[in-house]
């Protein structure tokens, strides 16, 4: 069973992933945060495998969430989840230790091979 957080400022866009993502009987939400504060907290708490987690967010950004993360538990596994496409964005949460950078417009097949493929020590941007 991989054991996944998500980490998204949209209740609905995270409803909507948990919805997607409990269909497959070897992935289960066993959390939901809605900005990188409370990502680092139930992380902290709970160790997931798999950390889905937007780079925009109130209180603590996803970048500085991941690094936190990360400080805490370092054989955690970031898989950014942004809309955003931008060079930057990507070095920074590679730099951050995130091991995947997906766009939000990936269709779900795509989203939950790269979840069991990070949870297998992969990597993917």
């Given at each position: ?10 209740a609905l ?7 997607l993502?409990?269909?497959e ?7 939901e945060a ?6 680092v907290?139930y992380?902290?708490?709970?160790r997931?495998?798999?950390?889905l987690?937007?780079?925009?967010m ?7 969430a991941?690094?936190?993360i990360l ?8 898989i950014?989840l942004?809309m ?9 949460a590679?730099k ?5 950078y997906?766009?939000?417009d990936?269709?779900?097949?795509e ?6 493929h990070?949870s297998?020590?992969?990597t993917l941007?």
């Open positions: 069973m991989i054991r996944i957080l998500l980490a998204d400022d949209h866009f995270r409803q909507g992933l948990k919805s993502l409990e269909t009987a070897d992935l289960r939400v066993i959390g809605q900005n990188g504060r409370e990502a907290r992380a902290a708490d709970t997931p495998d798999i950390i987690m937007d780079i925009q109130p209180e603590l950004d996803g970048v500085r991941t690094q936190s400080e805490i538990n370092p054989e955690a596994n970031v950014i942004t955003y496409r931008q060079d930057s964005y990507v070095f920074e590679v951050a230790g995130a091991r995947g997906l766009l939000k990936v269709d779900g097949t989203l939950i091979d790269a979840i069991r990070v297998e020590g992969g941007l």
